[in-house]
């Protein structure tokens, strides 16, 4: 059974929660096994995932990894969101209603969340240990690990050709100023 519905996804994240749910559907293993397993060790893992939980595994469940877990699908679901594979290629998606976003501007936006979900999960690991700080006992079946994924590299960005060729021009033309492309 997988730790998270994607109801729970659109409630947890998605402002207006108009989404094809499908999207979201393909990489909620893939976020579980990337960066929820790998936080909490197989056991725990498993554990959650085997789905009769005590008290205190529901609470784990309930108030941390949903949380850091729809976060992280969001992460690894944009890319698709912005571009879709099709028989003619790769096409950004669009609507008659809205403009799709840039490269830079999905880039900016995806190491927002990436952050709000590591935000979530390190909420989760002080859980488990503020719990065996007051009992031992809790959570025997967490395995500490020092090495979980997180992007120590910052944020992607992505310059468009017109930026790139703004940034010649002003080095062409002796301007040295540094202008700030964060949303």
Same mark, same amino acid.
């Given at each position: 059974?997988?730790?998270?519905?994607?109801?729970?996804?659109?409630?947890?994240?998605?402002?207006?929660?108009?989404?094809?749910?499908?999207?979201?559907?393909?990489?909620?293993?893939?976020?579980?096994?990337?960066?929820?397993?790998?936080?909490?060790?197989?056991?725990?893992?498993?554990?959650?995932?085997?789905?009769?939980?005590?008290?205190?595994?529901?609470?784990?469940?309930?108030?941390?990894?949903?949380?850091?877990?729809?976060?992280?699908?969001?992460?690894?679901?944009?890319?698709?969101?912005?571009?879709?594979?099709?028989?003619?290629?790769?096409?950004?998606?669009?609507?008659?209603?809205? &403009?799709?976003? *840039?490269? +830079?501007?999905?880039? #900016?936006?995806?190491?927002?969340?990436?952050? @709000?979900?590591? =935000?979530?999960?390190?909420?989760?690991?002080?859980?488990?240990?503020?719990?065996?700080?007051?009992?031992?006992?809790?959570?025997?079946?967490?395995?500490?690990?020092? &090495?979980?994924? *997180?992007? +120590?590299?910052?944020? #992607?960005?992505?310059?468009?050709?017109?930026? @790139?060729?703004? =940034?010649?021009?002003?080095?062409?033309?002796?301007?040295?100023?540094?202008?700030?492309?964060?949303?």
């Amino acid at each position: 059974m997988d730790l998270i519905t994607t109801q729970q996804i659109v409630d947890n994240v998605i402002p207006g929660k108009s989404i094809d749910q499908a999207l979201l559907q393909n990489d909620i293993v893939l976020a579980e096994e990337r960066y929820i397993e790998t936080a909490l060790g197989t056991d725990l893992y498993v554990k959650l995932r085997a789905g009769t939980l005590d008290a205190d595994h529901q609470e784990l469940l309930d108030t941390y990894v949903i949380p850091a877990l729809a976060r992280f699908v969001v992460y690894e679901a944009m890319p698709q969101m912005h571009v879709n594979i099709t028989s003619a290629g790769l096409v950004i998606n669009n609507t008659e209603f809205s &403009d799709a976003a *840039s490269s +830079k501007a999905v880039a #900016v936006s995806r190491n927002n969340m990436l952050s @709000k979900a590591e =935000h979530f999960r390190g909420r989760m690991i002080q859980f488990i240990l503020d719990e065996q700080k007051l009992d031992s006992s809790k959570f025997p079946d967490y395995d500490r690990r020092e &090495d979980t994924y *997180s992007n +120590k590299f910052g944020p #992607v960005i992505y310059e468009t050709d017109n930026e @790139k060729r703004d =940034h010649r021009h002003n080095h062409d033309h002796g301007h040295h100023g540094h202008r700030n492309n964060f949303c």
